[in-house]
């Protein structure tokens, strides 16, 4: 069982690329999340979906795009990448959103030069 | 609106002692609350949760923590650490309801030989 699983772990940008993080999840989980960590803090939502075709906005959208054509896959988009968006970024899903554990990715390490 | 507070942001405890993390929340109403760790380079994995059953709940490694609402706490506590405890530790408070989750910005344990 591989339960959620991010590609790639680790990636260099230039300032101004685009990018798609990779999530992918075989539970079967109605909700799934992108989060950013930076340096000494806990995680910020950027974006989440409640099922296949429904996405919406978190703490931290701004600069990143998403989308959910399938249950299993929740894509991360960097449109224009930029110094800021230097992260560790990690995927979720769960059962429900709120009562219910999320269970998380090993992350993607993104650094924008 | 919710929050949490992780009382200290890094602790170090010889291997063989109690281990004790604090964490306080804030919320307008009953929430769920969890305790996650993150080992280096890794995703973050649920420890424990409490979902307004039994006030002392037992997690995974012997971990376990307690629920006191009049002091709006969710501490986590083992009685012996061991060198694979040294790790990061992520307190969440989370409205079972709206959904929303607030993670804490984490403790650092380091453990002693």
């Known amino acids: 069982n591989a339960g959620v699983t991010q590609t790639p772990k680790f990636r260099i940008l230039k300032i101004g690329q685009s990018m798609t993080l990779q999530c992918t999840q075989d539970?079967?989980?109605?909700?799934m999340y992108w989060y950013r960590q930076d340096p000494g803090m806990g995680l910020k939502l950027i974006y989440y979906?409640?099922?296949?075709?429904?996405?919406d906005k978190g703490e931290v959208p701004n600069g990143y795009n998403v989308s959910r054509s399938t249950t299993e896959d929740f894509p991360l988009r960097l449109e224009l990448a930029a110094p800021s968006q230097t992260s560790v970024y990690f995927c979720?899903?769960?059962?429900?959103?709120?009562?219910?554990?999320?269970?998380f990715g090993d992350g993607t390490r993104l650094s924008i030069l | 609106a919710q929050s949490v507070t992780q009382l200290d942001s890094h602790v170090s405890v010889s291997e063989g002692t109690p281990v004790l993390l604090r964490c306080n929340y804030s919320?307008?109403?009953?929430?769920?609350l969890f305790w996650y760790v993150q080992h280096p380079n890794k995703g973050l994995q649920l420890l424990l949760k409490?979902?307004?059953?039994?006030?002392l709940v037992k997690g995974i490694n012997g971990f376990e923590a307690e629920f006191k609402k009049s002091e709006t706490s969710f501490h986590l506590t083992k009685p012996s650490a061991h060198m694979s405890d040294a790790a990061e530790y992520f307190c969440?408070?989370?409205?079972?309801?709206?959904?929303?989750?607030?993670f804490g910005d984490g403790t650092t344990l380091t453990v002693k030989p």
């Open positions: 969440v408070v989370s409205d079972p309801v709206a959904g929303k989750s607030t």
């Open positions: 919320s307008s109403y009953s929430p769920s």
């Open positions: 539970m079967n989980h109605n909700y």
């Open positions: 409490y979902t307004s059953a039994a006030t």
């Open positions: 979720a899903s769960s059962r429900d959103r709120g009562s219910q554990p999320q269970h």
């Open positions: 979906s409640v099922g296949a075709g429904i996405t």
